[in-house]
Nanobody
Framework: QLRLVESGGGSVQAGGSLRLSCAAS????????MAWFRQPPGKEREGVAN????????DYADSVKGRFTISLDNAKNMVYLQMNSLKPEDTALYYC????????????????????WGQGTQVTVSS
């Protein structure tokens, strides 16, 4: 069983930055795709960014391209989401997710594609 624990959320003013972290522990064999999702209040969960753990392949939602960066530290089993130029519409509960897939880019932004989830960390951006 894979366990994911997010941290790094908080409150920030528009234009500010936050760095989210996701610590993976437990049985990680076979897991090759890691992602960040978010769920704004009253809305569905949406994909933010995706990364293959053995390569440089990354995907981003259009709404965060150029502002957010997903990265890995395989030695520490950590996944990060650097968020810059934050906007009020980035306010959401942010989740870390993991799965095993033939190609990480396929359906990367569909929540139902992922097997493992963290508990989420809240990000609030004020104007």
């Amino acid at each position: 069983q894979l366990r994911l624990v997010e941290s790094g959320g908080g409150s920030v003013q528009a234009g500010g930055s936050l760095r989210l972290s996701c610590a993976a522990s437990g049985y990680t064999d076979g897991i090759n795709c890691m992602a960040w999702f978010r769920q704004p209040p009253g809305k569905e969960r949406e994909g933010v960014a995706n990364i293959h753990i053995r390569g440089s392949s990354r995907d981003y939602a259009d709404s965060v391209k150029g502002r957010f960066t997903i990265s890995l530290d395989n030695a520490k089993n950590m996944v990060y989401l650097q968020m810059n130029s934050l906007k009020p519409e980035d306010t959401a509960l942010y989740y870390c997710a993991a799965r095993s897939a033939w190609w990480c880019g396929t359906r990367w932004d569909e929540a139902r594609s992922y097997t493992y989830w963290g508990q989420g960390t809240q990000v609030t951006v004020s104007s």
